[in-house]
């Protein structure tokens, strides 16, 4: 099993940054990459970014790139979120997740069902 704990969120005001961290504990030796995903009140979990675990690719949502960058340090088996010029809109829940290396492998790294385990949340709160 893997266990993956979120920190980092707050409130902000916006236009404003903020650092989200996952770490992951457990079995970690399988890791093929790790996501964020955000829900806000009233609507669904939105794929914000990932990041693949060797290789380095990034992917991010239309509404975060210019804006959040995804990181990670192998070593410690953590993934970053920095999230600047914060928005109102970003006000949301930030879950992170844990993609394993398994078959078929990842198609759409924006999907949910890709994803194999989940954190439990970190509130982020802007305010206008």
């Known amino acids: 099993q893997v266990q993956l704990v979120e920190s980092g969120g707050g409130l902000v005001q916006a236009g404003g940054s903020l650092r989200l961290s996952c770490a992951a504990s457990?079995?970690?030796?399988?890791?093929?990459?790790m996501g964020w995903f955000r829900r806000a009140p009233g609507k669904d979990r939105d794929f914000v970014a990932a990041v693949t675990w060797s290789g380095n690719y990034t992917y991010y949502a239309d509404s975060v790139k210019g804006r959040f960058t995804i990181s990670k340090d192998n070593a410690k088996n953590t993934v970053y979120l920095q999230m600047n010029s914060l928005k109102p809109e970003d006000t949301a829940v930030y879950y992170c997740?844990?993609?394993?290396?398994?078959?078929?492998?990842?198609?759409?790294?924006?999907?949910?069902?890709?994803?194999?385990?989940w954190g439990q949340g970190t509130q982020v709160t802007v305010s206008s």
């Open positions: 997740a844990e993609r394993v290396n398994r078959t078929p492998y990842v198609r759409y790294w924006d999907h949910r069902l890709e994803y194999d385990y």
């Open positions: 457990g079995r970690t030796f399988n890791i093929f990459g």
